[in-house]
């Protein structure tokens, strides 16, 4: 079975402009959260979606957006880049989103905005 | 705010001795954790939960335990194989405080055990 698939794999971007990062689920899997991992750092919460509807954002600016389609897969969109906004962007789903469900993750998109 | 904390960066042991990653949290609203473990330029994958209804979970040569009262928790891995050479991160989030899973991450300690 297919885990959490992320595309792009890595990603150069210079600052200013947008970038979408994909994802695509578990199948069967309705919940998909967004994380980003600073260097050095554990991942930081950033969205939480489930059945199309945003249940949860973390504390990051508007200039992060996110959506999920009706396959369950996820884009999240960045716009108006900053050199901190390099780092590892993880996509994690889940069967419902419920709150003691665990986790599965992707590979990671590496953004890196020069 | 950095409501997950890993002290220690890495930890090095030897092989078929055990080893002990530290967790604590300051946020008293957390009831449930959990361990992922990291490989390089690969997700993190779970490890091991545990609820603070427990003090211990056990799985395999892998033991959470929980210490509610001084907020920390602790993962084992007795006996340490070489394979578990990787980051470890350890997470913790409220089932009441929100209606999603918003789970907070310490900063990872990178495990080398040694053949």
């Known amino acids: 079975d297919a885990g959490v698939t992320q595309s792009p794999t890595h990603l150069i971007k210079t600052r200013g402009q947008h970038v979408t990062l994909r994802c695509s689920p578990i199948s069967g899997h309705k919940s998909v959260s967004w994380y980003q991992q600073v260097l050095g750092q554990g991942p930081q919460f950033i969205f939480q979606y489930y059945e199309k509807e945003e249940r949860g954002r973390g504390n990051f600016p508007d200039r992060f957006s996110a959506r999920q389609f009706p396959n369950y897969s996820s884009e999240l969109n960045v716009n108006a880049l900053l050199l901190g906004d390099s780092a590892l962007y993880l996509c994690a789903s889940s069967l419902a989103g419920n709150t003691d469900e665990k986790l599965f993750f992707g590979s990671g998109t590496q953004l890196s905005v020069l | 705010d950095q409501q997950v904390k890993q002290n220690s960066p890495s930890l090095s042991v030897q092989e078929g001795r055990i080893s002990i990653l530290n967790c604590d949290y300051t946020?008293?609203?957390?009831?449930?954790f959990l361990w992922y473990k990291k490989y390089p330029a690969e997700g993190p994958t779970f490890l091991i939960s545990i609820s603070s209804i427990k003090d211990k979970n056990e799985d395999g040569r892998f033991t959470v335990f929980l210490n509610k009262s001084a907020k920390h928790l602790s993962l084992h891995i007795v006996p340490s194989q070489p394979g578990d050479s990787a980051v470890y991160f350890c997470a913790a989030l409220s089932t009441n405080l929100y209606n999603f899973n918003k789970f907070y991450f310490g900063s990872g300690t990178k495990l080398n055990v040694k053949p």
């Open positions: 946020n008293s609203m957390f009831d449930y």
